[in-house]
């Protein structure tokens, strides 16, 4: 029944994140984006886009038709993985503004 | 905001900073605590684990009126492969005895409790207000640019307990950014279950609780493990792996939070469980096999921001807690000497030295690196283990002098004598 445990990245098993983000409370900060992607050029030419499947709230998202990385930055939980897991470096990062983002309860 | 000016202002009210702050103010020192969140807690993630002792050299009997959830009666770990489980643990009367070794904590509650605790000591706490950037004048730092309106602060010293993105130290010229093998991703869910339902699974009572670390299969054999912690009447669940082999990977963190809550063993302990709060964070890895640069002239930099975790003994909020101590009393020696400089702040890394912290990080500097010289060991060992115990039990009719032979053999198939000594040794000499 379980014979083999490994599945491609793709593989949707158990409860999809976008459903566990209901759980957990954000104050968006509707000015302006905390995440903002350097140069989309280099998205276009990076062949995993690995920003995509590691972060953990899938925050980050390649769009085919448009060539372009789309940033859901209002979900984010600002770990920081993709600032350091981004091969060029191509994501500027900053704390949301004070007061918003991601609010803990248990934490 | 806030007009007046401030001996020492500390970044960040997670443990480092707020067991800074707390030192700072009971010795009478105008300490201001700037947090980013809307309550000290409210962006704080940890696995669970909070030990009583070293908090005690801050905080006395703390562990009395802190939000605790359960004290730790009992530890294990599980070496998983897809099926099976090679189980280790060891449970004591006495660990369920007050004054107690360990509890299990929520960081969003706990580190709120902690940070009134400086307040009432007088500290003044600023949330909703994030550090930009050092001020600097003549080589010393002199306080600290908040993105507020009018929002630069004039302090004597800063200390620096801004968390794992430390972005200051950054900015201060201490370090560069930290690559993906320096660091573990770890995703965390907190599940409903009650209190009767996780006594019963657990074998637990009275108020007490038991911790699971899982190897193996837990994290896809990949650096890191899975983790089930016990709170009052809910479950700490969540696993961390090393970033880089997360990213080589191509999976998802949640895919391997998935997978690991469904596996075999794990599944019947969560069984009915309510999902009630998703959660990430990176965790700094990999200890000091130098004491990496920690201060500058005015400025000291603790806890994880200083990269202060122990990941092979979970242990990171006591580093926290004691280096905001100790860097709260070089703040001290310095505002009565007036002395802000080098040398002074040196005096912040001669106290690690004389602690535990600096022996225990520079120890697991080399069980880390003799672990990511090593990608094996958690899925080779794991299947051994398994293999064996699992041929060692099923009965068949085979004589038991065959068997062992048998596991020896399939044993040195899977790693040839000389990569076995070489692994042994490699752990001896790695070992804390």
């Known amino acids: 029944m379980l014979a083999t445990r490994e599945a491609p990245p793709t593989a949707q098993l158990g409860t999809p994140v976008e459903d566990k983000l209901y759980n957990v409370r954000f104050k968006t900060d509707e000015t302006a984006s905390h ?14 886009k690995p920003c995509t499947y590691f972060c953990p709230v899938a ?4 769009e085919p038709g448009v060539q372009r990385i789309t940033v859901g930055y209002e979900k984010c939980v600002e770990c920081g993985a993709c600032r350091i897991g981004c091969p060029p470096h191509n994501i500027a990062w900053r704390y949301p503004r004070g007061g918003f983002g991601c609010q803990y309860k248990n934490g | ?34 947090e980013r ?30 939000p605790i959830e359960r004290p730790v009666a009992e530890e294990s770990i599980w070496i998983l492969t897809e099926d099976s489980a090679v189980k280790v643990g060891y449970r004591s009367e006495r660990f369920a005895e007050e004054p107690y070794n360990a509890f299990t904590v929520l960081r969003a509650k706990f580190d709120k409790w902690f940070a009134d605790k400086a307040v009432e000591a007088g500290a003044v706490l600023v949330t909703e207000t994030v550090v930009e950037d050092v001020l600097r004048h003549n080589g010393q730092i002199v306080g600290v640019r908040t993105n507020r309106p009018d929002g ?26 930290l690559p993906p093998d320096r660091v573990a991703l770890a995703v965390k869910e907190i599940i409903q279950l009650g209190t009767q339902k996780i006594d019963e699974r657990f074998t637990l009572e009275n108020g007490e609780g038991a911790t699971i670390e899982l190897f193996g299969d837990a994290t896809l054999g990949m650096l890191g493990y899975g983790f089930i912690y016990t709170n009052k009447d809910t479950l700490s669940v ?102 802000f400089g080098r040398a002074m702040m040196a005096r ?43 041929a060692l039990l099923t009965v068949d009719g085979t004589p038991k002098r065959l068997k062992f ?9 899977q790693r040839p004598p000389l990569a076995l000594a070489r692994d042994v040794a490699g752990a001896l000499r790695a070992r804390p």
């Open chain 1, 59 to 62: 925050v980050y998202k390649w």
């Open chain 2, 152 to 177: 630069d602060i004039a302090a004597h010293v800063v200390i620096a307990a801004d968390g794992v993105n430390s972005l200051l130290s950054q900015k201060v010229g201490l370090h560069g950014e």
């Open chain 2, 238 to 339: 969540g696993l961390g792996v090393l970033l880089s082999q997360l990213i080589a990977r191509k999976v998802t963190p949640n895919y391997l939070l998935e997978r690991f809550k469904a596996h075999p063993m794990v599944r019947r302990l969560l069984a009915d469980g309510e999902q009630k709060e998703y959660m990430a964070h990176l965790i700094p890895e990999g200890g000091w096999p130098q004491i990496p640069p920690l201060y500058a002239p005015g400025y000291l930099v603790v806890g994880d921001a200083a990269g202060m975790v122990n990941g092979a003994f979970r242990e990171g909020s006591n580093y926290a807690a004691i280096s905001g101590k100790l860097a709260a009393l070089t703040a001290i020696e310095a505002l009565e000497r007036g002395d």
């Open chain 2, 1 to 34: 905001m806030v007009a007046e000016k401030f001996d020492v202002v500390v970044v960040g009210a997670g443990l480092a900073g707020t067991a800074a702050a707390y030192t700072l103010a009971k010795a009478g020192v105008k300490t201001l605590l700037v």
């Open chain 2, 405 to 413: 032979a048998e596991i020896v053999r399939k044993a040195l198939r």
């Open chain 2, 37 to 66: 969140g809307d309550y000290p807690g409210s962006k704080n993630v940890m696995g669970g684990v909070i030990y009583r002792q070293p908090l005690e050299k801050i905080l006395p009997g703390w562990w009395r009126e802190a």
């Open chain 1, 35 to 48: 995440l903002i992607i350097v140069n989309q050029e280099l998205c276009v030419r990076c062949d995993d």
């Open chain 2, 348 to 390: 912040y890394v001669e106290r690690l030295q004389e602690s535990f912290i600096a022996d225990d990080l520079a120890g697991y500097s080399r069980l880390s690196r003799f672990a990511h010289q090593n990608p094996h060991l958690l899925t080779a060992y794991p299947r051994l283990l398994c293999d064996a115990a699992h």
